[in-house]
């Protein structure tokens, strides 16, 4: 991952002058991420849970994902602190497999919700209850736990291993992603029978904004990860660890965390309170 997950190994000789850069860098993504991320996501947490929105039933994984980007701000201020702290390292790599498996998680459970509500609307409404989606995120934080053990355990001595896992969970979870993109756009191409007027325009707007949806989560998915999959097969062909070369898959990871809580804040019109 970032200079949190590589900070323990043992770079290439660089000048001292190269490695203040990319500790500053890294320190100042992860503050900003703090500073701004944080109360982001909280507000739009809150939100969710005060009933400004649509409900919590209807947006119960936008809800899991905020949870889990505030886990990843709280990584960023346990990586700035460990400069001086070396007593947190263990819980700063504990919070890494949050970062590796908390959002493409919940994207994609946001983007299945979208490809059953469009390509199988029967299935979608017998699964639409609550408590199916609470099955679904409790299967999904099993898997972050273990995801947050298995960093724990790996990045230290096995970091080789890290980086075939960050980097075959990210195209396993964006294969799922195409494949619902495909198929809402095949969907939306098609009309259903009996389909007239103003029907099949509300339809279509319906298919529209799920296309989009998934197309954004999809396109954010590959900005988050295909940097780190990057470096991660750079350092799997090489065995060799550049910290510099994992600045810009933090920037962007940065970055694109900042997309969902923007989309929701502008459809439940929060986004002036925000600015």
């Known amino acids: 991952m970032n200079n949190s997950t590589l900070n323990f190994t043992l770079p290439e000789p660089s000048t001292t002058k190269a490695i203040g850069i990319v500790e500053t860098v890294n320190i100042c993504m992860n503050s900003f ?130 980086m075939w896992f960050l980097s075959v969970q990210f195209l396993f979870f964006f294969l799922i992603q195409l494949f619902c993109l495909v198929a809402v756009l095949r969907a939306l191409k098609q009309s259903g029978p009996g389909e007239r007027g103003r029907e099949r325009e509300e339809e279509n707007h319906m298919k529209r904004r799920a296309f989009n949806l998934i197309l954004i989560t999809t396109v954010t998915m590959v900005i988050t990860y295909a940097p780190y999959c990057i470096s991660g097969f750079l350092t799997i062909v090489t065995e060799k660890v550049f910290e510099a070369q994992w600045v810009p898959g933090l920037f962007c990871y940065v970055l694109a965390g900042f997309v969902q809580p923007v989309l929701y804040l502008h459809r439940a019109r929060k986004l002036s309170c925000l600015l």
């Not at 819980?91 to 390509?119: H, N």
């Not at 099993?142 to 298995?150: A, K, N």
Request: net charge positive; with cysteine.
């Open 33 to 162: 991420s703090f500073l701004v991320g944080l109360p982001t996501h909280c507000y739009v947490a809150w939100l969710i849970i005060s009933g400004a929105g649509n409900g919590v039933a209807s947006e119960f994984f936008i809800l899991n994902l905020s949870v889990s980007e505030i886990g990843f701000c709280v990584n960023c201020l346990t990586f700035v602190l460990s400069q001086w702290f070396s007593c947190i390292v263990a819980f700063k790599l504990f919070l890494i497999g949050l970062i590796v498996s908390g959002r493409p998680l919940f994207q994609c459970l946001m983007c299945v919700e979208r490809y059953l509500a469009v390509v199988h609307p029967v299935t979608f409404l017998k699964y639409k209850p609550l408590r199916y989606r609470v099955i679904c995120c409790t299967v999904a934080w099993i898997v972050i736990l273990g995801s947050c053990f298995c960093c724990l355990f790996t990045i230290l001595k096995h970091y080789i291993v890290h």
